[in-house]
C-alpha cells in the first residue's frame, strides 16, 4: 500500500479529534487571568511553565489537588488569547489531553479558596495555612530556613516540608492566626532567599492543620505541646524567639527590583539548616548567596560555628584521578568536607563544601578546568551532604573511593588568619610553590617534580625567607600546571633526615615576572617574593 493511504498516523489523528471535540465549559463568563487545568495526571509544574509561558507573563501557579493546576497570566488578553488557541487548535502538553477552563475567581488565591468552598477570615480564600514552593533550590533548606523566613509576620505553630525534588521543594507553614499568614505572604512571596535562586512562591492553602510526629529538618512542632515529639528524629532543638535571635519587621529583605523579584541574602544570613537575621548597612560581597568571611573582607556566615554545607557534583574525572588529588585542586578556593567517588558511574565524584562561598568559588575557577587532558563539569547537587555508609570501595589506582577532610591540615579557610593569606585565581601556567625547608634548592624541587610523574617546568625561580624556601614555577600552558597541583601539592616526605611539605597555587599569573626568570649561569635568580594565590606558610 502506497504511504499515503494508510492515513494519518495515530499522534496526527488524536490531534484532529482533539480539535474536533466541542469546546469545554470555560467557567466565568468574562474569563479570568487564572486559567485551570484538570486531568493533569503525571504533568509537572514546570511542564506546565513551559507549555503556556510562549502565550504571556506567567504570575503563578498553584496546585490545590495532585490533578488540579492554576495558572495566572500577567493580564485577561493573555488568558482569553490563550484560551482561543485552545478553542481553535486544541493544546497538548506533552502529549498529555488537559482540559482548560477559566479560574473560579481573577486571582490563584482566590481560586483556591473558592475551588475549597470556605474563606478563613481575612480576605477571600484566606487561609492560617501557607503553601511555601521554593523553586531552584540550589542550597538547603530546611525548616529552620523556613522558620527563620517566616517567623518576622507571624507566630508558627507547625511546619512540613513534604516534597523534595531538582526544581522545587514544598511545604505548608501553618500560623496561629489568618493574619500572620496574609502578612507573610505579602512579604516574601517571589522573593529570592538566596540571589538568583530558592525562589519563594507562596499561596494559601486548603488544609486546617498539619500533623507533625518528630521535629527535624523536614518538619517541626513549634507549639511543645507533646514532649515526645520533641524527643524524635531530629532531637529537641529549641529555637528561641524571633526578637531573641535579631529577627524583626526592620530587619527585612531587599527592596523590589526588577520583575519585583526581591532578594532576601542582604537581610539575612545561613547557618547549618537555617540563616540568621543581619542588620542593614552590612555588605554581603559574596554575591549570589551568603557570604563566608574568610579573608575576602564580607560577612561571616555561620550558626554555632557551623556554616551549612553545599554539595557539588563533578563530573569528567579521568582515572588517575582520586579524592586527593581533586581536594589538592579544590582547597584553593575553599574549605573541603568530604569526597566521594561514584563507584556505580565512573568519573564522577561528590563534593561537599564547608560552606556556600567555597562551593561558589569553586563553581567559578574549577568549572570546564583541563585536568590530565579532560575538562571538568561542575554543578550543585540536590544532596544535602555527602553521606557516608559502608566501607568505602577501592579506585582503579588502589585509594579509597571516600575520604573526609574536615580536620584535615590542608584546609586553607579553617580560621579568618589562614582565609587571610589566600586569594582566588584562575588556572594559569604559574604556579607558586612554598613551605620547603631551607635547605633544598630547585635540583631537588625538579627531581621530586620529575619521580612523581608531572610535567616538567619551563623555568623555575627560588628564594628563600626566614622560615622556608618558596618560589615560582613555570609550565608550558595552564593545563600542565593544572596536572602538577592535582600531583604534587601536599606532598610531603623525609630527604636526608629533613621532613618537607610542597604546597602550591594558582598564582593568576600569565607568565613569569622577567625578574623571576632564571639566568643563563645557574639557572636561577633569586627573588624579592612570590606573589602567588596563597602566602600560607
Same mark, same amino acid.
Given at each position: 500500500m502506497p504511504f499515503g493511504d494508510r492515513g494519518a498516523p495515530d499522534y496526527k489523528r488524536r490531534r484532529e479529534e482533539f480539535n474536533r471535540s466541542p469546546p469545554r465549559n470555560r467557567g466565568m463568563d468574562e474569563g479570568s487571568r487564572v486559567i485551570q487545568l484538570s486531568h493533569v495526571n503525571e504533568l509537572t509544574e514546570g511542564d506546565i511553565r513551559s507549555a503556556m509561558e510562549p502565550f504571556g507573563q506567567i504570575r503563578g501557579v498553584a496546585s490545590p489537588s495532585p490533578d488540579i493546576y492554576f495558572v495566572e497570566f500577567g493580564s485577561l488578553d493573555q488568558s @482569553? =488569547? #490563550? *484560551?482561543?488557541? /485552545? %478553542?481553535? @487548535?486544541g493544546f497538548l502538553i506533552r502529549f498529555t489531553k488537559v482540559d482548560f477552563t477559566f479560574g473560579p475567581a481573577s486571582d490563584i488565591p482566590s481560586c483556591m479558596g473558592a475551588l475549597s468552598g470556605r474563606g478563613v477570615g481575612g480576605s477571600q480564600g484566606a487561609n492560617h495555612v501557607l503553601a511555601v514552593n521554593v523553586l531552584k533550590p540550589l542550597y538547603p533548606i530546611t525548616t529552620e530556613v523556613l522558620h527563620t523566613i517566616a517567623s518576622p509576620h507571624g507566630k508558627i505553630l507547625r511546619i512540613v516540608i513534604h516534597n523534595r525534588n531538582e526544581t522545587k521543594i514544598e511545604s505548608l507553614v501553618e500560623f496561629e492566626d489568618v493574619q500572620g499568614a496574609e502578612r507573610c505572604k505579602r512579604a516574601i512571596s517571589g522573593a529570592d532567599i538566596y540571589a538568583g535562586c530558592c525562589t519563594l512562591d507562596v499561596e494559601f492553602s486548603t488544609a486546617q492543620s498539619l500533623n507533625v510526629f518528630k521535629n527535624d529538618d523536614d518538619t517541626y512542632d513549634y507549639t511543645d505541646i507533646n514532649p515526645t515529639i520533641a524527643a524524635g528524629g531530629g532531637g529537641n532543638r529549641k529555637r528561641s524567639a524571633p526578637e531573641e535571635r535579631g529577627y524583626n519587621e526592620d530587619r527585612g529583605y531587599n527592596g523590589p527590583r526588577g520583575n519585583d523579584r526581591r532578594?532576601? !541574602? %542582604? $537581610? *539575612?544570613? $545561613?547557618?547549618?539548616?537555617?540563616m540568621r537575621g543581619r542588620g542593614r548597612g552590612r555588605h554581603n560581597s559574596g554575591g549570589g548567596g551568603p557570604s563566608h568571611g574568610g579573608g575576602g573582607g564580607g560577612d561571616q556566615w555561620y550558626n554555632d560555628d557551623a556554616p551549612a554545607p553545599v554539595v557539588l557534583m563533578v563530573h569528567g574525572l579521568e &582515572?588517575? *584521578?582520586? &579524592? *586527593?588529588?581533586? #581536594?589538592n585542586i579544590l582547597c584553593m578556593y575553599g574549605d /573541603?568536607?568530604?569526597i566521594k567517588f561514584l563507584m556505580t558511574k565512573k568519573g564522577i565524584a561528590m563534593v561537599e563544601m564547608k560552606d556556600i562561598k567555597a562551593a561558589e568559588n569553586v563553581l567559578r575557577y574549577v568549572n570546564r578546568m583541563n585536568v590530565f587532558g579532560s575538562q571538568l563539569n561542575v554543578s550543585h547537587s540536590k544532596h544535602r551532604e555527602v553521606v557516608i555508609y559502608g566501607p568505602p570501595g577501592v579506585l582503579d589506582d $588502589? =585509594?579509597?573511593? /571516600?575520604?573526609?577532610?574536615?580536620? =584535615?591540615r590542608y584546609l586553607r579557610y579553617a580560621t579568618p588568619q589562614k582565609a587571610a593569606k589566600n586569594r582566588q585565581v584562575e588556572a594559569t601556567k604559574v604556579l607558586h610553590f612554598f613551605a620547603l625547608p631551607l635547605e633544598f634548592d630547585e635540583d631537588f624541587l625538579l627531581?621530586?617534580?620529575? %619521580?612523581?610523574g608531572c610535567p616538567t617546568p619551563t623555568s623555575i625561580s627560588m628564594h628563600k625567607s626566614e622560615v622556608c624556601s618558596a618560589g615560582l614555577l613555570? #609550565?608550558?600552558?595552564? !593545563?600542565?600546571?593544572? !596536572?602538577? /597541583?592535582?600531583?604534587a601539592n601536599h606532598l610531603q616526605g623525609n630527604h636526608n633526615g629533613i621532613r618537607y611539605i610542597l604546597k602550591l597555587a594558582f598564582t593568576g599569573k600569565k607568565s613569569m615576572p622577567t625578574g623571576d626568570k632564571p639566568n643563563s649561569n645557574n639557572g636561577a635568580s633569586a627573588t624579592s617574593g612570590g606573589d602567588g594565590g596563597s602566602k600560607d606558610d
Open positions: @482569553h =488569547s #490563550f *484560551m482561543g488557541h /485552545v %478553542d481553535t @487548535h532578594s532576601m !541574602d %542582604d $537581610g *539575612m544570613r $545561613g547557618g547549618r539548616g537555617g &582515572p588517575k *584521578m582520586n &579524592p *586527593m588529588r581533586l #581536594f /573541603v568536607n568530604k $588502589g =585509594s579509597e573511593a /571516600v575520604q573526609v577532610f574536615i580536620r =584535615s627531581k621530586l617534580l620529575e %619521580d612523581k613555570e #609550565f608550558e600552558n595552564a !593545563d600542565e600546571a593544572t !596536572d602538577t /597541583v592535582a600531583i
